[in-house]
C-alpha cells in the first residue's frame, strides 16, 4: 500500500514536470488539483491542503530549474524581464508564504481558484503569433509595470504555493507583449525567483513533507527537460492553446468544487 502511494507520487511528478518543460510552467496548476483530487480516488487519505502547497512549491522549484537550463540554451530566457520580475514576486511571496500559515484552508483554496479564472480568461483572448519565434535579444518591456506586477500577484502566489507561470505566462503575452517562446523560457526562471521564497517560508514553517517531496522530484525532474526538448519542436499556436486548455479546465474544476 506504501509502494504504491508512493508510485502515484512519482507517476505524479513525471506528468507535471513533462508539461513544465512543454509550457514552461513550474506544475502547480497541475499538481496542485493532482494532488488534491487523485489520493482519494485510489484509495489513499487525502492530503492537506497546506502540505499540497510546500509540495507544489518545492516541485515547481526544481521542475523550473530542470527545464530553465534547457530554454536559457537557445536564447529563450531573458535576463532584464527575470530579474525586474523576478526580484519583486520574491519579495512579496516570501511575505506570502509566511502569511499563509495564519489562514484556513478554504480561503487558500478561494485565492488560488481566482487566479486560476484570471489566468483563464486571459488565455483565451485572441492573439497574433506572428514574433512567437524571435529570440530574448530582440525583446523589450515596460519595468515599471513589470514591477507592480510582481508585488501585486506574488503576495497571492505565496499563500497559495504556487510559482505562478499559469498566471505570469498571460501576463507576459498580454500585458507585457512578450513573444511567447521567451515568454515560456523567462517564466520559468521568473519562477525560481517566487518559487524559491514560497519554498522558504513553507520549509520554515513545516508545510513540507519531505518524503512525499523526493517522490514527486524523481520523476519531476528528468521528465522537465523532456519536456522542453519537446517544446521546442512543437508550433507556438499549439503551445498556447495546450496552455489554455489545461488552465481553464483547472479553473473550472476548482470552481464547480468550491460552488
Request: aromatic content about 10%; charged content about 10%; glycine content about 12%.
Amino acid at each position: 500500500m506504501l509502494i504504491g502511494y508512493y508510485l502515484s507520487l512519482l507517476a505524479a511528478g513525471s506528468i507535471v514536470g513533462f508539461f513544465s518543460g512543454l509550457l514552461g510552467i513550474g506544475g502547480g496548476i497541475l499538481m496542485f488539483p493532482l494532488l488534491l483530487y487523485v489520493p482519494p480516488l485510489l484509495g489513499f487519505d487525502p492530503i492537506s491542503v497546506k502540505n499540497i502547497t510546500g509540495l507544489t512549491m518545492i516541485q515547481g522549484f526544481f521542475s523550473s530549474l530542470s527545464a530553465m537550463l534547457f530554454y536559457h540554451r537557445h536564447s529563450l530566457v531573458n535576463k532584464p524581464l527575470v530579474l525586474t520580475l523576478g526580484l519583486s514576486l520574491f519579495l512579496s511571496s516570501l511575505t506570502g508564504s509566511f502569511v499563509s500559515k495564519m489562514v484556513p484552508d478554504k480561503p487558500l483554496l478561494f485565492i488560488f481558484a481566482g487566479l486560476a479564472l484570471t489566468a483563464a480568461l486571459m488565455m483565451i483572448i485572441p492573439r497574433s503569433y506572428a514574433k512567437d519565434d524571435l529570440t530574448e535579444d530582440k525583446v523589450s518591456f515596460h519595468k515599471p509595470t513589470a514591477v507592480v506586477i510582481g508585488a501585486t500577484i506574488g503576495l497571492l502566489l505565496g499563500m497559495v504555493g504556487q510559482g505562478g507561470a499559469f498566471i505570469i505566462i498571460p501576463i507576459l503575452l498580454y500585458v507585457l507583449k512578450i513573444p511567447l517562446r521567451v515568454a515560456l523560457g523567462s517564466t520559468l526562471a521568473i519562477g525560481l525567483f517566487s518559487s524559491s521564497a514560497g519554498l522558504i517560508g513553507k520549509i520554515a514553517t513545516g508545510q513540507v513533507p519531505f518524503q512525499m517531496a523526493a517522490a514527486l522530484l524523481i520523476g519531476a525532474i528528468p521528465s522537465a527537460r523532456l519536456g522542453g526538448v519537446v517544446g521546442k519542436k512543437t508550433k507556438s499556436q499549439y503551445l498556447k492553446w495546450i496552455l489554455a486548455a489545461i488552465i481553464v479546465a483547472t479553473a473550472i474544476k476548482i470552481w464547480a468544487d468550491i460552488l
